[in-house]
């Protein structure tokens, strides 16, 4: 997997609304491109904003790049912003779904295998919910 951290410039507070519009409009926008699986908008404690950006592979990020989607994307943030954003590249080189250190051996989070365990925590089974354990 391949990740994009993006900083944003500052952004005005009256045009603060105006920002977070356009990221929701263009996730829905960019939504069915190819290798593209999650877009996220981050707001730091100082009030400016970051993006994490997670795709297939660094070539998918590159041709997302070269969409019209993207383009109209990069030309309505720059009505609202006067710089820029700057990105940071990764490639994934270990993550909690591929590793399944949220689950024991067991595949549930307290190790006891289910038949061992009593009927009212059976009917709270784990399920893999994103790769991690989690009661239902």
């Known amino acids: 997997m391949f990740v994009a951290l993006v900083r944003f410039p500052t952004v005005p507070t009256e ?3 105006e920002f977070v519009d356009w990221f929701n409009w263009s996730n829905e926008a960019l939504r069915e491109t190819s290798g593209l ?5 981050l707001r730091g404690s100082d009030g400016s904003y970051s993006a994490v950006v997670e795709h297939e592979s660094a070539e ?3 041709a ?3 969409t019209d989607q993207a383009r109209l994307a990069q030309a309505r943030l720059a009505e609202i912003l006067d710089e820029h954003p700057q990105a940071t ?3 994934v080189a270990a993550d909690l779904e ?3 250190s949220c689950c024991t051996d067991t595949g549930n989070p307290t190790g006891t295998p289910s038949d061992e365990r009593g009927a009212d925590e059976a009917d709270r089974s784990p ?3 994103g790769g991690c354990c ?3």
């Open 15 to 17: 045009r603060d609304g």
């Open 37 to 41: 699986r999650q877009r996220r908008l």
């Open 98 to 100: 591929a590793s399944g």
């Open 127 to 129: 399920a893999v919910v």
């Open 64 to 66: 997302m790049h070269n």
């Open 134 to 136: 989690a009661q239902h």
């Open 89 to 91: 590249t990764f490639e």
């Open 60 to 62: 998918t990020f590159a």
